[in-house]
């Protein structure tokens, strides 16, 4: 991931307009490709949110292999 950082606008949640942001990746529409930049705080709820996904899966990944266990016993 690059992570420049520039003064700008944050395009997630808090849309301040002039903040220290980095990159945070590409974005995709149906005019083209383009980069997205979000300041720090945005930045760690998206991270704590995909931990938290990331958490989940892991746990469901768990349960269907301990049921999947049980089935062939
Ligand atoms: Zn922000």
Known sequence: MKLNRAMGPCWLGCRRERVPVKWFGPVRTRDGDGDMFA???CLATVERMVAEQLARRDADDLR???TARRAYL
């Open 39 to 41: 300041c720090d705080a």
């Open 64 to 66: 269907s292999r301990s």
